[in-house]
């Protein structure tokens, strides 16, 4: 009975270290670490030529600087802007379930919080995918809140305005873009971005799992003592 129980023991060890392996293995893909990163395209006031259009330009001239450290991309500029970036090669992020966005607010005009939206879409070839932050990530991909600082948002691949999840495969550009919102287009904003991945986050199914072969194992080894 004693070999029997030691074997199991040894059995639910194994399964633990297997898990807890697999657990450390979760992937990550860097899509941007926004080092000597350019857009493809700008739109309304991101565009030096639409920022200045009297019907619906701000006629605030936009300063958009490349940097050559990581997360050194840099936006000034005032109203909503956007800009897109396409990937020369489909990016293959199999697996990923989640993002993580990081970017930092220099500077706004007077004192805050501003309600703002700091957007974010991903495109996987065949559609666009408007992606939310969780709001336990400390602000929205949505509208929310925000005042200088930096801010680490994510949440999952799912569509935000209920169109078909990302097809994590075939990656094929993003889109940023910045509504002021309550700010207003007054003012100008001043944004560095640092980083976009996208992770493969473990199911809870799975921490489950590794937990009650934890307990399993505790139980086998009060047992033989």
């Keep these: 009975m004693k070999k029997h129980a030691t074997w199991f023991a040894s059995a639910v060890a194994a399964t633990i270290s297997l898990s807890a392996g697999n657990l450390a293995q979760a ?3 860097v899509l941007s670490d926004f080092q000597n ?6 739109y309304a006031n991101w565009d030096q030529t639409g ?5 619906g330009g701000t006629g605030y001239t936009p300063t958009i600087t490349s940097g050559s450290t990581p997360g050194s991309f840099e936006v000034n500029a005032e109203g909503y802007g956007s800009g897109a970036y396409d990937f020369a090669t489909p990016i293959n992020a199999s697996g990923a379930n989640e993002f993580q966005f990081t970017f930092t607010i220099n500077s706004l005009a007077g ?3 501003f309600w703002m939206n700091v957007g974010l879409d991903i495109s996987d070839g065949t559609h666009q995918v408007h992606l939310m932050a969780a709001n336990t990530a400390g602000g929205y991909l949505n509208y929310g809140n925000f005042s200088p600082g930096t801010y680490t948002l994510y949440g999952s691949l799912a569509d935000g ?16 873009e910045l509504d002021p919102a309550g700010y207003g287009s007054g003012s ?7 980083s976009l991945e996208l992770v493969t986050v473990p199911e809870p199914s799975t921490f489950a799992l590794v937990g009650m072969g934890m307990a399993g194992f505790l139980t086998f080894r009060r047992r033989k003592k």
Excluded: E, H, K, R
């Design 27 to 29: 992937q990550t893909t």
């Design 51 to 55: 920022s200045q259009i009297i019907s």
């Design 188 to 194: 100008p904003y001043d944004i560095t971005y640092t």
């Design 37 to 42: 990163f350019n857009l493809n395209a700008t």
């Design 111 to 113: 004192t805050g919080p």
């Design 161 to 176: 305005l209920g169109g078909a999840p990302l097809d994590t495969s075939t990656i094929t550009a993003f889109n940023l």
